[in-house]
């Protein structure tokens, strides 16, 4: 009998294979209508991959922050998954589905933290609002968010799709990932890339793997890293008024200069939502995260 394995894919798109430029990912491009059905092929191929490897449950969750986070092309998506898709989700909004049941991480499309050179639309969160985030005094993005997370659950990060920085940042945390490379970064905004149809059986056979590795007991999930964690958020712009007017009224946050802004989280569930207020709690009096 297969013991039950629930793999949980998160899918972003700036790592999809083939796109390399803001454009490709934001609703006014030109192409965003077909880099969507990109988007979803290689989620599918990923799902095709995990239940290939020995998965007897697949979650996709999405990632991406345009359209409230409904990307994927709803009615091409592979059948055999579920699929968490729209903002006001619970928690961390982008890994509500992430818990310790889960068996293996798959991260699919995802990007380099903020600040890398090069790095394919290189951010962490968002790219309009911050220019950095550090977690423990070290650089931090969102695959090493979701490593952080995992880990807290007991659950691994078994592989990430995406261009070479991404894939080398994630190794520094999570050195038994499946490397999954679709693109070489050229700078922030151009690529060396894989054609969609022979990235997505990479993708597919990567994530095979993991699976296959998740369930032989191959992979660990990362505990290096013990909560509280302490976070810095260095802001693009000065902080606005409306947003020190909200965060001086939370005393979970300390506001250290016009640019940068700290606080102290004892999960990562929770430091993910307080990093994501920075970038939308300028309305005065919106204080919820």
């Known amino acids: 009998m297969l013991l039950a394995m629930k793999v949980f894919i998160s899918v972003d798109m700036e790592g999809i294979s083939g796109l390399v430029r803001w454009a490709d990912v934001v609703t006014q491009g030109i192409d965003f209508a077909r880099n969507r059905r990109l988007m ?23 990632n991406h922050g345009v359209e409230d986070l409904c990307d994927l092309l709803i009615d091409e998506v592979d059948p055999r998954c579920r699929v968490v898709r729209g903002a006001g989700r619970p928690g961390a909004t982008t890994m509500a589905a992430l818990d310790a049941d889960t068996g293996v991480v ?7 933290r903020a600040g890398s050179r090069p790095g394919i639309m290189a951010h962490t969160i968002s790219y309009q609002k911050f220019r950095s985030v550090r977690v423990n005094d070290e650089d931090c993005g969102e695959p090493e968010i979701f490593t952080i997370r995992a880990g807290e659950l007991g659950v691994p990060v078994g592989m990430l799709s995406g261009d070479q920085v991404a894939n080398e940042q994630l190794s520094k945390r999570a050195p038994w990932a499946e490397s999954v490379i679709v693109k070489t970064a050229l700078s922030n905004v151009a690529g060396n890339v894989i054609p969609p149809v022979r990235a997505r059986e990479l993708i597919r056979a990567g994530a095979k793997r993991a699976v296959e590795r998740a369930r032989g007991g191959e992979l660990q999930p990362y505990r290096d890293e013990s909560a ?39 999960d990562m569930d929770l430091g993910f939502r307080r990093i994501a207020y920075l970038g939308f709690g300028d309305r005065p009096g919106l204080t919820r995260y």
């Open 106 to 112: 798959l991260l699919i499309g995802h990007h380099a």
């Open 40 to 62: 979803t092929l290689d989620a599918n191929a990923a799902i095709e991959g995990a239940f290939d490897g020995g998965a007897t449950d697949v979650v996709v969750e999405e």
């Open 228 to 266: 509280p964690y302490a976070i810095e958020v260095g802001m693009r712009e000065p902080i606005s008024d409306g947003l020190r007017q909200n965060l001086e009224s939370l005393e979970e946050f300390e506001i250290v200069d016009d640019l940068t802004v700290r606080t102290l989280a004892d």
